[in-house]
């Protein structure tokens, strides 16, 4: 079982551990834990950062089992901010127990809370336990009425 809460600053080093985690079990680039947990306390201290932390509670202490990172922006095509999944991560070893499904729901939750009424993910298309995850959740790349994929492309700001 585990407990499924809205991170506050103060778990900013859990969370930076997380990432870290996940950026290294999937051979992303990334920085230390160290930097990643300064930067989670700045950003946990902003309304348009939602961050939410699971807790597996069955052994004898609690420890981290996963997380999501979720940024708020302005929408000009409705009234409420678009959301975006930045990151969703549950450590391997509890995996398929429910726990990103929790996760992932109060994410959701929380957001529409603060005015949102989509949530935009990005998804590697090779990832695809991933895609069926999101999918299971009632996320699409293909849009009703339409018969092509959406799709993200990153490139450099200069």
Known sequence: MSDVRRATPADAEVLGRLLWDFNTEFETETDDAEVLAARFARLLGLPEIVAVLAEDDTGDRRSPAGFALVSLRP???FDGPVSQLEELYVVPRLRSQGIGTQVLDLSRRLVRELGSPEMH?????????????YERHGFVNIESGVDYRMLCYVGPTD
């Open 75 to 77: 929408a000009i095509w």
């Open 121 to 133: 993910i990005n998804v590697d298309e090779v990832d695809a336990d991933t895609r069926r995850f």
